[in-house]
């Protein structure tokens, strides 16, 4: 069982200081590295769905959570407001109420919907210190979140898309969920009035799942405060759960910031809210990619993809010409030269790392490499063009594989 909080620090990919507090972890290069390609891939998912991306604050006053309902209803998780002058400012805990905010400052017919609006945004929750840990309870959350607003009978087609784009991207990081949970509200006052409006929203969710014919369970409890929603479900090696990513149909904001479009017959009609996140926190995320891989990540998360290992000092050249390939090909490599220590000891250092280049003198007189995976099968020397169009392809692609199968027995080695 790998603890991404201990192996994070091992790698390189993240830490954190008592200066900047607690819950609030810095990341270093390679981790940077992982984050960039993990939101390069999900922006791209977006606006091939049809998404457009928005920028908002992350501060906002605090009548605008007054109005959301996320004051009475969350500011237990909320920092406190900030005074200033007359004004008090509050660091948000949510992007629904800026993304209502955009969608009101302009109107809207009914042709424009589904309106799809995307945002990777921080926010910001008062956590307490003692359930803070490593990445996966933080006070500062850079969220993968969206908002769709629609029609009420463009819901249900928008929730199952945005479910298939949850499967298309666990495929892509190599997760399988834990399991799929339909949560629904229970006693107490943590939700929003209206009986009607959350029958309306539970019978749309759970007609949803029924249709995308994934198992699921009920909890109540664990709806958000203005609407059930569909979690998708994780767990660690100890079998301890967490949500990454949700659906949720919200009828309540709409209502209070008083969204509206024209429709066909000319009048106003209310759209729909439905806030989306495909892979939720990008700390929780990496958090679980870090455990569930060992930091062993698919090749196009790797910090880096490719060592290039010259085998003496007489390769370097080679090394560095073919480093710069990879940089003009986007994929991050590195040279492991001879100073390092040994043959052995380089491409035991580079274990992590899904291919690694070594460039003998036969390698380098023909402008060919003889390359190792990760996972311990070896290629015969080839020529480096061929090498990096290969990587960069299953790169671009975002697969799990670390080589095509079909390349790989024209080595005439097998699958």
């Not at 969350?74 to 948000?92: A, K, T």
């Not at 090909?329 to 040994?342: D, F, Q, T």
Request: glycine content about 10%.
């Amino acid at each position: 069982m790998h603890d991404h909080r201990k192996l994070g620090r091992e790698l390189d990919l993240f830490d954190t200081d008592p200066l900047i507090g607690a819950g609030l972890p810095y990341w270093l290069p390679d981790g940077a590295a992982v984050r960039h390609a993990l939101e390069e891939y999900i922006r791209a998912a977006e606006r091939r769905a049809g998404y457009r991306h928005v920028y908002s604050p992350v501060l906002a006053k605090r009548e605008l959570y007054e109005i959301s309902g996320h004051w009475s209803h969350y500011s237990d998780d909320m920092f406190p407001p900030m005074n200033l002058g007359s004004e008090q400012m509050v660091l948000r805990p949510s992007l629904c109420p800026h993304h209502a905010l955009i969608y009101r400052s302009r109107s809207h017919s009914y042709r424009e919907l589904p309106l799809r609006m995307a945002e990777l945004g921080g926010m910001y929750r008062s956590e307490l210190s003692g359930v803070l840990g490593g990445l996966t309870r933080v006070r500062a959350i850079q969220l993968n979140d969206a908002h769709i607003f629609c029609t009420l009978d463009q819901v249900a087609d928008e929730a199952l898309a945005s479910l298939e784009m949850i499967r298309q991207a666990y495929q892509a990081l190599g997760i399988t969920p834990a399991r799929y949970r339909l949560s629904l509200p229970g006693p107490g006052g943590k939700y929003v009035a209206g009986p009607d409006m959350w029958r309306r929203s539970t019978a749309l969710l759970t007609d949803v799942l029924d249709r995308s014919g994934l198992p699921y369970e009920a909890a109540e409890g664990e709806a958000a405060f203005y609407g059930p929603k569909i979690d998708v479900q994780i767990a660690d090696g100890a079998g301890r759960e967490s949500t990454l990513s949700t659906v949720q149909v919200d009828f309540h904001q709409p209502e209070r910031f008083d969204l509206h479009y024209i429709g066909a017959d000319g009048a106003k009609h209310r759209p729909v809210m439905v806030h989306r996140s495909i892979i939720g926190s990008v700390e929780r995320a990496v958090a679980h990619l870090i455990e569930q891989h060992g930091g062993a990540f698919p090749a196009w998360l790797a910090p880096t993809q490719l060592v290039i290992i010259p085998i003496s000092d007489a390769e370097v050249p080679n090394a560095e010409a073919l480093a710069r390939r990879c940089a003009g090909l986007g994929l991050r490599a590195e040279i492991a030269g001879p100073e390092r220590g040994s043959l052995g000891a380089r491409i035991r250092e580079a274990r992590l790392v899904p291919y690694q280049a070594v460039i003998g003198a036969k390698e380098a007189a023909g402008d060919q490499v003889a390359l190792r995976l990760r996972d311990g099968r070896r290629l015969d020397p080839r020529l480096a063009d061929d090498v990096l169009t290969g990587i960069g392809a299953l790169v671009d692609a975002h697969s799990t594989d670390l080589w095509d199968g079909a390349a790989w027995r024209r080595q005439g080695r097998g699958q």
